[in-house]
């Protein structure tokens, strides 16, 4: 299995920009459709943006189409998301996720492999 690890969070303003990596180990990132992820507390995990393993297909929910981009390094091993303009709604802690072989999904429940997370803050 592959494992993931996110990082990149942080506090950041209103109108503001961040860019989140997410890291692969355990096998070749270049295998994997890859989806990134956010949980607000008390509120459901919520899809974000897909990519296909070779880069060549994005994409995403409505809520951050336009302001937030995905891409991916395959030869890094590693997976972005560029996210502009952010608003105080997009706090969250965001997630990258690989879903089950042969998915191509914003569906939360088609992933299975997770990595721990990271925080993002904006304030107004």
């Known amino acids: 299995q592959v494992q993931l690890v996110e990082s990149g969070g942080g506090l950041v303003q209103a109108g503001g920009s961040l860019r989140l990596s997410c890291t692969a180990s355990?096998?070749?990132?270049?295998?994997?459709?890859m989806g990134w992820f956010r949980q607000a507390p008390g509120k459901e995990r919520e899809s974000l943006a897909v990519?296909?393993?070779?880069?060549?297909?994005?994409d995403y929910t409505d809520s951050v189409k336009g302001r937030f981009t995905i891409s991916r390094d395959n030869a890094k091993n590693t997976v972005y998301l560029q996210m502009n303009s952010l608003k105080p709604e997009d706090t969250a802690i965001y997630y990258c996720?690989?879903?089950?072989?042969?998915?191509?999904?914003?569906?939360?429940?088609?992933?299975?492999?997770w990595g721990q997370g990271t925080q993002v803050t904006v304030s107004s």
């Open positions: 990519i296909s393993g070779a880069g060549t297909r994005t």
């Open positions: 996720a690989a879903p089950r072989p042969g998915y191509y999904s914003l569906r939360p429940n088609d992933y299975r492999n």
């Open positions: 355990g096998r070749a990132l270049s295998e994997y459709v």
